[in-house]
């Protein structure tokens, strides 16, 4: 989503932080703030879910980019079997 661009979960959070205080300092105003509050609560759980899923997204792309690493490793190290006895021996 194209308006979430602008966002950062520090805003989010911030955003979240601020309408738990003010529902903690003002519960005798509940009734009228829960007719308003209903289209920011929304607002604020979709704000949530696109980061939720931004991150999930990152999360993915480092894990590949992980798992790549270390298969490359691993095939360099079968297709180098002296060079790693040659290290371990020198390292006992």
Do not use: C, N, Y
């Amino acid at each position: 989503m194209a308006w979430m661009d602008d966002f950062s979960p520090r805003d989010l959070a911030l955003g979240v932080a601020i309408g738990i205080g003010a529902a903690a300092l003002f519960p005798e105003l509940a009734p009228a703030i829960r007719g308003a509050g209903r289209p920011l609560l929304k607002s604020a759980l979709k704000a949530a879910l696109a980061a939720s899923e931004s991150g999930r997204d990152r999360i993915a792309e480092l894990q590949e980019t992980i798992e790549d690493l270390v298969a490359e490793v691993r095939h360099e190290l079968a297709s180098e079997p002296e060079t790693a006895a040659d290290a371990s021996a020198t390292q006992a």
